[in-house]
């Protein structure tokens, strides 16, 4: 028990805040629905719990997938992380079809709901806390790739900077995204059904939300496929072997590859040297390689091999091919 609580200790921040969050969103946007029958309210629910289950997942499993390597499994469990994202977008995607089925329904059966004032209060609530949560995870992004910047610039560089985030850090922000936009929306739909006849609105608004809750659903099923299979970090490759052409050892580089595994990235690198180099002198390639490269952020560990210097400069090729090309 507490190994466990250890390893929950190291899970990442911004998914178990926006999961404590969420839950009191949830709790009180469920409760105003019972009270007026509002189906925008509804369909924000739906969408708070499903961002509430889906975050406390994404915490107990990037917290997981920090776990050392053992005996059965060699390569650690970095990996676990994009298992458990993709366990965790079912539970949105039943909630996102069970949101736009309800849009339906008030759609053709529009019903008036009550208590407006209510459910424009707890919405602009829910609002600004889930503004909070995303905020949270901009900057969540920007300490990722090593980002100094502060203030209201956080939010347009955090755009850019979503690629190279950490799993959990992504799925918190794409989530608090489409939640702060859905109870904008949902604020329009009831002001709209309140003050005319055009009570359909309401429905209207629950099937765009639950779109939106679709598109996060496919989003992150995709990436996080990419990470069970393995994906490569090409930006990172490129980085390395440029770092190891600086070493003056080393002729070129016949191949790096670096693979993410949840947050770790995981190093092979191939390089050419002079073949009269001795045992010793080549351990010394090795140990100021890795030390350089182990300083990269995310890289876990590195493997390196030699191969004797063919008089042929590959690596460019490799890198930069439409520099040759010009």
């Not at 990037?62 to 977008?89: D, M």
């Not at 008036?112 to 829910?126: P, W, Y």
């Not at 496919?218 to 994906?231: I, P, T």
């Not at 140990?287 to 560990?301: A, S």
């Amino acid at each position: 028990m507490g190994r466990l609580f250890k390893l929950l200790k190291n899970g990442n921040k911004s998914a178990f805040l926006a999961a404590i969050v969420n839950t009191i969103i949830a709790i009180i946007k469920g409760g105003t629905y019972i009270y007026t029958g509002n189906v925008a309210m509804f369909a924000e629910t739906m969408h708070s719990l499903g961002d509430a289950a889906n975050q406390f997942f994404v915490f107990i499993g990037s917290a997981l997938s920090k776990r050392g390597a053992t005996n059965r499994f060699p390569n650690g469990f970095g990996r676990l992380v994009h298992l458990v994202l993709l366990g965790a977008v079912i539970i949105v995607g039943i909630m996102s079809f069970e949101t736009i089925k309800e849009g339906f329904s008030h759609i053709f059966h529009p019903t008036e709901s009550t208590g407006f004032l209510i459910n424009i209060a707890v919405l602009a609530a829910a609002v600004v806390l889930e503004g909070f949560v995303l905020f949270k995870a901009m900057r969540e992004i920007m300490h990722d790739v090593g980002d100094t910047t502060s203030g209201f610039a956080v939010f347009f560089k955090s755009f850019g900077h979503l690629p190279k985030a950490k799993p959990a850090t992504k799925l918190v922000f794409m989530e608090d995204l489409v939640a702060t936009a859905g109870g904008v929306l949902a604020i329009v739909a009831i002001v709209i059904s309140h003050f005319t006849p055009f009570h359909q609105a309401e429905g209207i608004a629950s099937i765009i939300i639950g779109l939106m809750m679709f598109f996060v659903v496919g989003k992150v099923f995709l990436d996080n496929a990419a990470g069970v299979l393995g994906e490569a970090d090409e930006e990172m490759e490129d980085k390395i072997g440029e770092l190891a052409l600086r070493d003056p050892e080393v002729k070129d580089v016949v191949e790096v590859v670096v693979i993410k595994e949840g947050e770790e990235l995981h190093v092979e690198l191939e390089v050419e040297v002079d073949p009269l180099l001795t045992v010793a002198q080549a351990d010394d390639i090795k140990d100021r390689l890795e030390e350089k490269i182990l300083q990269e952020k995310g890289v876990t560990d590195v493997t390196i091999e030699f191969d004797e210097d063919d008089g042929i400069q590959r690596w460019e090729k490799q890198s930069h091919p439409e520099k040759l090309e010009e």
